[in-house]
T-cell receptor, first 116, second 110 residues
Protein backbone atom coordinates (compact mmCIF):
# COMPACT_ATOMS: atom_id res chain seq x y z
CA UNK A 1 0.00 0.00 0.00
CA UNK A 2 1.19 3.50 -0.83
CA UNK A 3 1.94 5.85 2.05
CA UNK A 4 0.15 8.91 0.78
CA UNK A 5 -2.59 10.58 2.78
CA UNK A 6 -5.21 13.19 2.13
CA UNK A 7 -7.40 15.09 4.55
CA UNK A 8 -10.21 15.71 4.79
CA UNK A 9 -11.74 12.81 2.87
CA UNK A 10 -15.04 14.67 2.52
CA UNK A 11 -15.71 18.39 2.82
CA UNK A 12 -18.98 20.27 2.43
CA UNK A 13 -18.58 24.00 2.66
CA UNK A 14 -20.33 27.23 1.80
CA UNK A 15 -19.50 29.60 -1.03
CA UNK A 16 -16.76 32.12 -0.31
CA UNK A 17 -14.91 30.10 2.31
CA UNK A 18 -11.17 29.55 2.16
CA UNK A 19 -10.18 25.91 2.21
CA UNK A 20 -6.95 23.92 2.25
CA UNK A 21 -6.77 20.30 1.14
CA UNK A 22 -3.89 18.46 2.76
CA UNK A 23 -1.66 15.87 1.09
CA UNK A 24 1.28 14.13 2.70
CA UNK A 25 3.50 11.24 1.67
CA UNK A 26 6.07 9.36 3.69
CA UNK A 27 7.92 7.75 0.78
CA UNK A 28 10.40 10.60 0.29
CA UNK A 29 9.17 11.16 -3.28
CA UNK A 30 10.37 14.29 -5.03
CA UNK A 31 7.45 14.61 -7.44
CA UNK A 32 3.91 15.37 -6.30
CA UNK A 33 0.74 16.12 -8.24
CA UNK A 34 -2.82 17.33 -7.81
CA UNK A 35 -5.55 16.04 -10.09
CA UNK A 36 -9.21 16.96 -10.36
CA UNK A 37 -11.78 14.33 -11.35
CA UNK A 38 -15.50 14.76 -11.90
CA UNK A 39 -17.76 11.67 -11.82
CA UNK A 40 -17.35 9.54 -14.93
CA UNK A 41 -14.70 11.85 -16.30
CA UNK A 42 -10.95 11.64 -16.72
CA UNK A 43 -8.38 12.93 -14.26
CA UNK A 44 -7.02 16.37 -15.08
CA UNK A 45 -3.67 17.57 -13.78
CA UNK A 46 -4.05 20.94 -12.07
CA UNK A 47 -0.71 21.34 -10.25
CA UNK A 48 2.59 19.53 -9.91
CA UNK A 49 5.89 19.87 -8.11
CA UNK A 50 9.29 18.36 -8.81
CA UNK A 51 10.71 19.21 -5.41
CA UNK A 52 10.80 21.70 -2.56
CA UNK A 53 10.01 25.26 -3.68
CA UNK A 54 9.07 24.01 -7.15
CA UNK A 55 5.44 24.27 -8.29
CA UNK A 56 3.89 24.39 -11.75
CA UNK A 57 0.39 24.70 -13.14
CA UNK A 58 -0.99 21.65 -14.86
CA UNK A 59 -2.96 21.16 -18.02
CA UNK A 60 -6.32 22.20 -16.56
CA UNK A 61 -6.67 25.78 -15.43
CA UNK A 62 -7.53 26.01 -11.77
CA UNK A 63 -8.17 28.84 -9.35
CA UNK A 64 -6.41 26.88 -6.63
CA UNK A 65 -2.84 27.42 -5.49
CA UNK A 66 -0.25 25.04 -4.04
CA UNK A 67 2.94 25.21 -2.04
CA UNK A 68 5.84 22.83 -1.48
CA UNK A 69 7.82 23.90 1.56
CA UNK A 70 8.61 20.35 2.69
CA UNK A 71 9.21 17.27 0.57
CA UNK A 72 6.45 15.30 2.20
CA UNK A 73 3.72 17.95 2.14
CA UNK A 74 1.84 19.46 -0.84
CA UNK A 75 -1.27 21.36 0.26
CA UNK A 76 -3.81 22.84 -2.16
CA UNK A 77 -5.68 26.04 -1.27
CA UNK A 78 -8.81 27.65 -2.62
CA UNK A 79 -9.08 31.26 -1.41
CA UNK A 80 -12.80 31.54 -2.10
CA UNK A 81 -14.70 28.35 -2.80
CA UNK A 82 -17.48 28.33 -5.39
CA UNK A 83 -19.98 25.65 -6.47
CA UNK A 84 -17.95 25.18 -9.69
CA UNK A 85 -15.11 23.85 -7.49
CA UNK A 86 -17.22 20.87 -6.47
CA UNK A 87 -15.23 17.82 -7.54
CA UNK A 88 -12.91 15.09 -6.33
CA UNK A 89 -9.30 16.14 -5.77
CA UNK A 90 -6.63 13.44 -5.94
CA UNK A 91 -3.04 13.86 -4.82
CA UNK A 92 -0.26 11.66 -6.17
CA UNK A 93 3.49 11.27 -5.82
CA UNK A 94 6.30 9.54 -7.67
CA UNK A 95 10.00 9.01 -7.26
CA UNK A 96 12.36 11.13 -9.33
CA UNK A 97 15.11 9.37 -11.24
CA UNK A 98 15.39 11.53 -14.33
CA UNK A 99 13.14 13.62 -16.50
CA UNK A 100 12.60 10.94 -19.11
CA UNK A 101 12.08 7.70 -17.26
CA UNK A 102 8.68 6.93 -15.86
CA UNK A 103 8.04 6.19 -12.23
CA UNK A 104 4.74 4.87 -10.98
CA UNK A 105 2.45 7.51 -9.55
CA UNK A 106 0.89 6.57 -6.22
CA UNK A 107 -2.44 8.17 -5.44
CA UNK A 108 -3.97 9.23 -2.18
CA UNK A 109 -7.61 8.34 -1.39
CA UNK A 110 -8.87 11.72 -2.57
CA UNK A 111 -10.93 14.54 -1.10
CA UNK A 112 -14.54 14.89 -2.22
CA UNK A 113 -15.33 18.60 -2.09
CA UNK A 114 -18.86 19.97 -2.26
CA UNK A 115 -19.37 23.73 -2.31
CA UNK A 116 -22.91 24.83 -1.62
CA UNK B 1 -10.13 15.62 -30.07
CA UNK B 2 -9.03 14.23 -26.71
CA UNK B 3 -5.39 13.24 -26.29
CA UNK B 4 -6.37 9.80 -25.01
CA UNK B 5 -9.62 8.18 -26.13
CA UNK B 6 -11.32 5.09 -24.75
CA UNK B 7 -14.68 3.41 -25.19
CA UNK B 8 -16.42 4.25 -21.88
CA UNK B 9 -18.45 1.02 -21.83
CA UNK B 10 -19.80 -0.40 -19.64
CA UNK B 11 -18.66 -3.83 -20.72
CA UNK B 12 -20.89 -6.39 -19.00
CA UNK B 13 -19.33 -9.84 -19.27
CA UNK B 14 -19.91 -13.20 -17.57
CA UNK B 15 -17.33 -14.59 -15.21
CA UNK B 16 -14.64 -16.46 -17.14
CA UNK B 17 -15.00 -14.40 -20.30
CA UNK B 18 -12.16 -12.78 -22.18
CA UNK B 19 -12.52 -9.04 -22.68
CA UNK B 20 -10.43 -6.54 -24.60
CA UNK B 21 -10.18 -2.79 -24.16
CA UNK B 22 -8.76 -0.40 -26.72
CA UNK B 23 -7.29 3.04 -26.43
CA UNK B 24 -5.94 5.54 -28.95
CA UNK B 25 -3.67 8.50 -28.31
CA UNK B 26 -3.15 11.55 -30.46
CA UNK B 27 0.40 12.65 -29.68
CA UNK B 28 2.91 10.68 -31.70
CA UNK B 29 5.68 11.91 -29.36
CA UNK B 30 4.19 9.94 -26.45
CA UNK B 31 6.87 7.87 -24.78
CA UNK B 32 5.32 5.71 -22.08
CA UNK B 33 2.00 3.95 -21.77
CA UNK B 34 0.12 2.39 -18.87
CA UNK B 35 -3.09 0.86 -17.71
CA UNK B 36 -4.41 1.95 -14.34
CA UNK B 37 -7.35 0.47 -12.51
CA UNK B 38 -9.83 2.59 -10.56
CA UNK B 39 -12.48 1.05 -8.35
CA UNK B 40 -15.70 2.95 -7.67
CA UNK B 41 -14.98 6.00 -5.51
CA UNK B 42 -11.36 4.93 -5.03
CA UNK B 43 -8.03 6.21 -6.23
CA UNK B 44 -6.37 4.90 -9.43
CA UNK B 45 -3.70 2.22 -9.04
CA UNK B 46 -1.16 1.08 -11.60
CA UNK B 47 -2.20 -2.20 -13.23
CA UNK B 48 0.67 -2.54 -15.69
CA UNK B 49 3.01 -0.65 -17.94
CA UNK B 50 2.78 -1.24 -21.69
CA UNK B 51 5.93 -2.06 -23.62
CA UNK B 52 6.51 -2.00 -27.37
CA UNK B 53 7.01 -5.74 -27.49
CA UNK B 54 3.81 -6.40 -25.59
CA UNK B 55 3.76 -7.73 -22.08
CA UNK B 56 1.79 -10.12 -19.96
CA UNK B 57 1.08 -10.29 -16.24
CA UNK B 58 -0.96 -13.33 -15.31
CA UNK B 59 -4.39 -12.99 -16.92
CA UNK B 60 -3.60 -9.51 -18.26
CA UNK B 61 -1.90 -8.79 -21.59
CA UNK B 62 -1.06 -5.32 -22.86
CA UNK B 63 -0.12 -4.42 -26.43
CA UNK B 64 1.20 -1.23 -28.01
CA UNK B 65 1.05 -0.31 -31.70
CA UNK B 66 3.04 2.90 -32.15
CA UNK B 67 2.32 3.16 -35.88
CA UNK B 68 -1.43 3.21 -35.24
CA UNK B 69 -1.09 5.01 -31.87
CA UNK B 70 -3.15 2.31 -30.27
CA UNK B 71 -2.95 0.49 -26.95
CA UNK B 72 -4.92 -2.54 -25.83
CA UNK B 73 -5.58 -4.52 -22.67
CA UNK B 74 -6.78 -8.10 -22.74
CA UNK B 75 -8.20 -9.77 -19.63
CA UNK B 76 -8.60 -13.54 -19.75
CA UNK B 77 -10.75 -15.68 -17.45
CA UNK B 78 -12.33 -12.58 -15.94
CA UNK B 79 -13.22 -12.61 -12.23
CA UNK B 80 -15.88 -10.74 -10.31
CA UNK B 81 -13.05 -8.83 -8.65
CA UNK B 82 -11.95 -7.48 -12.04
CA UNK B 83 -15.02 -5.21 -12.05
CA UNK B 84 -13.63 -1.67 -12.14
CA UNK B 85 -12.82 1.17 -14.50
CA UNK B 86 -9.65 0.71 -16.55
CA UNK B 87 -7.78 3.89 -17.37
CA UNK B 88 -5.51 4.23 -20.37
CA UNK B 89 -2.65 6.56 -19.43
CA UNK B 90 0.01 8.17 -21.60
CA UNK B 91 3.20 10.02 -20.69
CA UNK B 92 4.09 12.63 -23.29
CA UNK B 93 7.57 14.07 -23.22
CA UNK B 94 9.74 14.30 -20.12
CA UNK B 95 8.80 15.18 -16.61
CA UNK B 96 6.47 12.33 -15.77
CA UNK B 97 3.26 14.22 -16.52
CA UNK B 98 0.49 11.77 -17.33
CA UNK B 99 -2.61 12.17 -19.49
CA UNK B 100 -5.54 9.97 -18.50
CA UNK B 101 -8.34 8.61 -20.64
CA UNK B 102 -11.89 8.72 -19.28
CA UNK B 103 -11.70 5.00 -18.57
CA UNK B 104 -13.60 1.90 -19.66
CA UNK B 105 -15.96 0.42 -17.13
CA UNK B 106 -15.97 -3.36 -16.75
CA UNK B 107 -18.69 -5.28 -14.92
CA UNK B 108 -18.10 -9.00 -14.48
CA UNK B 109 -21.27 -10.90 -13.62
CA UNK B 110 -22.08 -14.39 -12.36
Amino acid sequence: EADIYQTPRYLVIGTGKKITLECSQTMGHDKMYWYQQDPGMELHLIHYSYGVNSTEKGDLSSESTVSRIRTEHFPLTLESARPSHTSQYLCASSDRKDDISYNEQFFGPGTRLTVL
Amino acid sequence: RKEVEQDPGPFNVPEGATVAFNCTYSNSASQSFFWYRQDCRKEPKLLMSVYSSGNEDGRFTAQLNRASQYISLLIRDSKLSDSATYLCVVNTGGGNKLTFGTGTQLKVEL
